[in-house]
């Protein structure tokens, strides 16, 4: 499976981190707006019946992965 980093930066301040379900509602708006639809629905159902798949994880700070307690 191909491993796909994003970076982006902010234009104004955060009060909290980005968690995985932001990113991913950022990422279905952005997929909505430059194919489609139609394209985002088809999308979203090939991840429902697990035709293909895709995890997301919330931001981390400049590449700095929290350790386990």
Same mark, same amino acid.
């Given at each position: $499976?191909?491993?796909?980093?994003?970076?982006?930066?902010?234009?104004? !301040? %955060?009060?909290?981190? &980005?968690?995985?379900?932001?990113?991913?509602?950022?990422?279905?708006?952005?997929?909505?707006? %430059?194919?489609?639809e139609?394209? =985002?629905?088809?999308? =979203?159902?090939?991840?429902?019946?697990?035709?293909? !798949? $895709?995890? $997301?994880?919330? !931001?981390? %700070?400049?590449?700095?992965? &929290?350790? &386990?307690?």
């Amino acid at each position: $499976m191909k491993t796909y980093q994003l970076k982006w930066t902010l234009k104004s !301040a %955060l009060s909290t981190e &980005p968690e995985s379900d932001t990113i991913f509602g950022h990422f279905c708006w952005t997929y909505l707006y %430059l194919k489609g639809e139609k394209a =985002l629905t088809d999308f =979203l159902h090939s991840i429902k019946i697990k035709e293909k !798949a $895709m995890e $997301m994880s919330h !931001a981390f %700070l400049d590449q700095n992965i &929290p350790v &386990p307690k």
